[in-house]
């Protein structure tokens, strides 16, 4: 058993989420009544469903990467945003989220852990982008297809793929989620291939012309394991039982 905003306190220094401007509140954004935590589910965005598997396992928290209360969206909690926050304070579940601070954590977070997943080697983070974009190596070269084939056995999803002909794959950029207006600091850091979670139309015709392999991996897929990886250190730390819960999403 854990307090609410001991474990608030705890993830917030760890991801060092107060030197983040970022589109929403990091931290503790529902507060259902109860200081005591045991049960822990995490999960990617605090959708409908992914509440419903929390109260069907009496979850006391629910830690999730896409929260509420984003800038520019109207804050009333009316329709599915107000069922959504009623249905977690009629069942005494808290609700925190963490969304760039998980992004660049150097060990938790879903661009390292996307990383470990595709065995990238000589990991790096370029500099001027608030710890969110990221290169490394692989440890042999690569064509496209092949790639798309090691991204697809990691994420279990295959990738949308944008191949800049038979250059072989070494340096490999990325970003997880909606990242791809980043391809051209990856071309221009010289890197032979750019992955990121989202796909926008004219990202196409940028990886065309700038001679840069892109790979569109999904937004959620791509951004499953940070979280996954916060709720277990939370469970690691202060002995709650914890529980990942992927809600299928094909975006």
């Given at each position: 058993?854990?307090?609410?905003?001991?474990?608030?306190?705890?993830?917030?220094?760890?991801l060092d989420s107060a030197s983040f401007e970022d589109y929403c509140p990091n931290g503790l954004q529902v507060d259902a009544g109860s200081r005591q935590v045991q049960r822990v589910v995490s999960g990617v965005t605090a959708s409908q469903a992914l509440i419903?598997?929390?109260?069907?396992?009496?979850?006391?928290?629910?830690?999730?990467?896409h929260g509420y209360f984003w800038r520019g969206e109207a804050p009333s909690l009316t329709g599915y945003k107000g069922r959504r926050v009623r249905a977690l304070m009629q069942h005494g579940i808290s609700l925190m989220a963490y969304h760039l601070p998980l992004d660049a954590h150097p060990e938790l977070?879903?661009?390292r852990q996307l990383a470990l997943l595709l065995e990238l080697e000589d990991v790096q983070i370029l500099p001027e982008t608030g710890g969110l974009l990221w290169w490394g190596?692989?440890?042999?070269?690569?064509?496209?297809?092949?790639?798309?084939?090691?991204?697809?056995?990691?994420?279990?999803r295959q990738p949308l793929y944008i191949s800049a002909g038979d250059k072989p794959i070494e340096q490999v950029c990325w970003c997880t989620g909606a990242a791809q207006n980043y391809i051209e600091k990856?071309?221009?850091?010289?890197?032979?291939?750019y992955i990121s979670g989202e796909v926008s139309e004219q990202t196409v015709h940028l990886a065309r012309?700038?001679?840069?392999?892109?790979?569109?991996?999904?937004?959620?897929a791509t951004e499953r394991y940070g979280i996954r990886a916060l709720g277990e250190r939370l469970s690691k730390e202060f002995g709650l039982e914890h529980r990942?819960?992927?809600?299928?999403n094909p975006v």
């Open positions: 058993m854990a307090d609410l905003f001991e474990l608030e306190l705890f993830c917030s220094e760890l419903d598997e929390a109260v069907s396992w009496q979850a006391d928290l629910l830690l999730v990467h977070g879903n661009n190596k692989l440890p042999l070269p690569l064509v496209a297809a092949q790639l798309a084939g090691r991204i697809s056995t990691a994420l279990n990856a071309a221009a850091n010289g890197m032979d291939a012309e700038l001679g840069i392999h892109y790979f569109a991996a999904g937004h959620h990942f819960i992927d809600v299928e």
